[in-house]
């Protein structure tokens, strides 16, 4: 590479961090201005899009993409903004450390940029994604250029892993099904129909969780390889490991998995130039934050939390191994060898720490055959994977940084047919996505109402799903029944949740039965419905708005156990807690969309609720103590009604 200025300007990896930046959001603002005009140029066919109102990324409606979890991630967010603790979004009660130590780190760090932007939490998921992404790029070309010595090298790898990012996701991902592997293909490196795409982009795990870990995974290996001891380095990246208990759980298991295996491969390699003492000072402190950790959970945590929801936490007892996990075994093994062939201490420190992610991935997918049981092992499957790519990839970088045909001009030509594919495939996504990427138009002036007259954590009831989990996103409302998503699974049974259900209906004067038999299918039905929804929103790019609800509730209430006995049990159990449970006293908000009206059996007036905010497609009645049911025809006033006295005067 040429070492006049203009060719390190053309090849300076912060201004192409700044174009990855701005690669990242160009489908975002693209989207907005297609459904801008879509709404001008076509307004007969707009008015048929349900999500027909202001552009958002984090929706409750779209339950089929990476979208509807980190929606759920945002309320968390959302009520640090609030409360200044990631509180539960969903029950004011729930303030106690179990229900907001999980994750904390992570909700702070995603807090940041959404308290600088004034609170928009999707403008700010949107910067952040961006900034995440710009941030990988400088991460993976530092790495790249360490191996190849080049510019020319390290620019094009780095570019093409992070606007193709799921090459890393599903390398190690093994399926011997022709299908699926062809649908890979086309989803990592096309848009496929209205998919949100990539999947590694879901923020904060894995996009940014799984960042952490490798700056820190690059700080292990740093410390490893210096000629000096360096105690307080050492320190600091062992507590980031431990630290990491507080930003996402995998992440932090397979976090010290690898760095207990990269310590015992460094401190038992024989004679070498590796620093044994920074590693081993780096292990003890990591050991202690998480001791440290383990007696927060004692201490503040209650002991029994998983006991009593094992099955909402999707722990599986079994003693299954998983075959398809010795792919990590072969390719750790030739690291391993790479690492005893490589004489440049540097180069075999990072082939051993590469070869230990993938023995460490190993172990946590067959962790179950010592312990008895398992809790959704396949999170740790796109963490090797990557670690996998990794290694391919730096081991690329190296032969192009020595190959006399890998000339400046071929780098150029590749870094612009990626850059130029990478951002053909945004302004696809924008066009095929952007009818879906709004709030319905009734919901969004419902939220804007709640937030302007309910006091924080105002009590909302509604029989809606995508209500209980859009309020406490966009308003500090809490609901009475939140969903049954990752974020929140693990802080109530199953016994808890349905009395709450219970209660929501027979406070709302909704039908049990029909509510039963629209809204909690069995899992055949669900399941097929559920395909339906996915097919509509990704062949149309569109929301069905009628499948919505029942495709919703109860989503992962049978995760582990897909029989229709358990249904059916939980039904029973349902109907024998609302024919037991009272309504709710006291001052709450109903909520009903249109297609909630035919459950309900006695409208809110005609219990003491009055109806304080109307749209076309939502209702909000307000209920106080001591309200009276409307007179025929009459308002709900809470006060004894006054004899009529003749015409009103104009």
């Known amino acids: 590479m040429s070492g006049r200025p203009a060719s390190r300007l053309v090849w300076n990896p912060m201004l192409w961090a700044g174009l990855v930046f701005l690669i990242l959001m160009f489908r975002p603002a693209y989207i907005a201005v297609l459904r801008a005009g879509g709404a001008e140029a076509s307004p007969q066919e707009w008015v048929g899009v349900h999500t027909d109102g202001s552009f958002a990324v984090l929706l409750p409606e779209l339950l089929h993409s990476r979208w509807y979890d980190e929606a759920n991630y945002a309320a968390r967010v959302q009520q640090v903004l609030l409360h200044d603790l990631p509180y539960s979004p969903y029950w004011a009660e729930f303030r106690e450390p179990e229900h907001w130590l999980a994750g904390l780190l992570t909700y702070y760090i995603l807090a940041a940029p959404a308290y600088l932007l004034g609170g928009d939490l999707n403008l700010a998921w949107l910067v952040t994604g961006a900034l995440t992404g710009a941030a990988w790029f400088l991460l993976l070309h530092a790495v790249l250029r360490w191996w190849s010595g080049s510019d020319t090298a390290a620019l094009p790898l780095a570019l093409f892993s992070v606007l193709f990012p799921d090459v890393y996701f599903w390398l190690l991902d093994i399926n011997l099904h022709w299908a699926v592997v062809q649908d890979r293909l086309l989803t990592t490196f096309f848009q496929q129909g209205s998919l949100v795409l990539p999947y590694f982009r879901r923020l904060p795990s894995y996009y940014l969780t799984f960042l952490l870990s490798c700056l820190l995974f690059l700080g292990a290996w740093h410390l490893s390889q210096s000629p000096e001891r360096r105690p307080v380095g050492s320190v600091l990246i062992g507590l980031g490991f431990g630290l990491m208990s507080l930003v996402h759980y995998f992440e932090f298991a397979y976090g010290m998995a690898v760095l207990g295996l990269f310590a015992g491969a460094v401190l038992l390699s024989g004679p070498s130039r590796l620093n044994r003492w920074n590693i081993a000072v780096c292990l003890a402190a990591a050991l202690t934050a998480s001791a440290g950790y383990v007696l927060l959970q004692v201490v503040f945590v209650q002991t029994n939390l998983l006991s009593r929801a094992p099955d909402l936490a999707a722990i599986e007892h079994t003693r299954r191994p998983t075959p398809m996990a010795a792919v990590h075994l072969l390719l750790g093994g030739a690291l391993w060898w790479a690492a005893k062939r490589e004489a440049d201490p540097g180069k075999r420190s990072a082939w051993l720490l590469l070869a230990a992610a993938q023995a460490a991935a190993f172990c946590a997918r067959n962790g179950q055959v010592l312990t008895g049981w398992t809790a959704q092992p396949f999170h740790f499957i796109p963490m090797a994977s990557f670690m996998g790519c990794a290694a391919l990839f730096s081991w690329v970088a190296a032969r192009l940084g020595r190959a006399s045909w890998w000339t400046p001009g071929l780098a150029a030509a590749a870094v612009l047919v990626v850059a130029g594919w990478g951002l053909a495939n945004e302004a696809v996504a924008a066009r095929r996505t952007y009818r879906f990427c709004g709030h319905p138009s009734g919901v969004e002036a419902g939220y804007a109402w709640v937030r302007a007259n309910l006091p924080k954590d105002g009590l909302v009831l509604t029989p809606s799903m995508t209500a209980n989990t859009g309020l406490p996103l966009y308003t500090a409302a809490k609901v009475e029944v939140p969903p049954i998503s990752a974020p929140v699974l693990i802080f109530y049974t199953k016994e808890e ?152 005067k104009p």
């Open 497 to 648: 949740y349905l009395r709450r259900v219970a209660r929501m209906l027979k406070t709302c004067r909704v039908d049990v039965e029909r509510f039963i038999s629209e809204r909690w299918l069995l899992p055949g039905p669900a399941e097929e419905l559920r395909r339906r929804a996915s097919a509509a929103v990704n062949a149309a790019g569109r929301i069905d708005p009628d499948i919505l609800e029942p495709s919703q509730w109860f989503f992962v209430y049978s995760y582990m156990d897909r029989s229709d006995d358990l249904v059916l049990r939980g039904r029973a159990r349902l109907r024998e807690l609302y024919a037991s449970e009272a309504p709710l006293e006291g001052r709450f908000w109903v909520w009903l969309n249109d297609r909630d009206r035919p459950l309900v059996v006695e409208q809110p007036e005609a219990w003491g609720a009055k109806k304080v905010f109307q749209v076309p497609g939502v209702s909000i009645y307000e209920h106080v103590p001591g309200a009276r049911p409307a007179a025929k025809g009459g308002k709900t006033t809470g006060k004894k009604a006054r004899p009529k006295r003749g015409p009103r």
